[in-house]
Antibody, heavy 122, light 108 residues
Framework: EDLLVESGGALVQAGRSLRLSCAAS????????MHWVRQLPGKGLEWVSG????????DYADSVKGRFTISRDNAKNSVILQMNSLRSEDTGLYFC???????????????WGPGTLVTVSS | DIQMTQSPSSLSASVGDRVTISCRAS??????LNWYQQKAGKAPKLLIF???SLQSGVPSRFSGSGSGTDFTLTISSLQPEDFATYYC??????????FGQGTKVEIK
């Protein structure tokens, strides 16, 4: 079974940093691109960032560009989201999700983790 | 940026009803349209990709149609486990993408 589990969410003050992790199992991790998608309180879904299987292609939503950094460790089956200069509008539930169509960024999201909650206080 | 607009925002239906949810893109996205189901407190789940392809394991009562700017998700006979919020998402502008605001399906 494809399994994704996020960790690292916390309550943090505006301007500080937070590091989210996603542990993957049940599939060949280095065959797939990975993404972070967030859900703002009471609102819909927003794609945050994606990374190809070999880390050669990385992209970010405009709202987080320059503040967030995505990376992956294929040896450890994990993907990281380093979030710096956090703002109150970054508050939300952060999901790790696997690209459905392999190593590139097709932007079709297959398995999802349960999410980890980030709360940024101003 | 491509805007995705779903209608209605919410609907009430009974078990066994046929339910239709619409999604409109602000510009032509071909067939790069996906549908997700999200139950309360859970992560989204992929139902339909590239407009009409059923994800493995998803019941056949779910179907998708459309192309260009207008798309539809249909549940042919609503079941108790289908009460949830449904989101459309365009993947035409990869690596960017955008989601609709969601349609909440509630019990009548």
């Amino acid at each position: 079974e494809d399994l994704l589990v996020e960790s690292g969410g916390a309550l943090v003050q505006a301007g500080r940093s937070l590091r989210l992790s996603c542990a993957a199992s049940g599939f060949n991790f280095d065959d797939y691109a990975m993404h972070w998608v967030r859900q703002l309180p009471g609102k819909g879904l927003e794609w945050v960032s994606g990374i190809s299987w070999n880390s050669k292609r990385i992209d970010y939503a405009d709202s987080v560009k320059g503040r967030f950094t995505i990376s992956r460790d294929n040896a450890k089956n994990s993907v990281i989201l380093q979030m710096n200069s956090l703002r109150s509008e970054d508050t939300g539930l952060y999901f790790c999700t696997r690209d459905m169509r392999g190593g590139g960024l097709s932007m079709i999201f297959g398995p999802w983790g349960p999410g980890t909650l980030v709360t940024v206080s101003s | 940026d491509i805007q995705m607009t779903q209608s209605p925002s919410s609907l009430s239906a009974s078990v066994g009803d046929r339910v239709t949810i619409s999604c409109r893109a602000s510009q032509n996205i071909g067939r790069y349209l996906n549908w997700y189901q999200q139950k309360a407190g859970k992560a989204p789940k992929l139902l339909i990709f590239v407009a009409s392809s059923l994800q493995s394991g998803v019941p056949s009562r779910f179907s998708g149609s459309g192309s260009g700017t207008d798309f539809t998700l249909t549940i042919s006979s609503l079941q108790p486990e289908d009460f949830a919020t449904y989101y459309c998402q365009q993947s035409h502008t990869s690596p960017m993408c955008s989601f609709g605001q969601g349609t909440k399906v509630e019990i009548k």
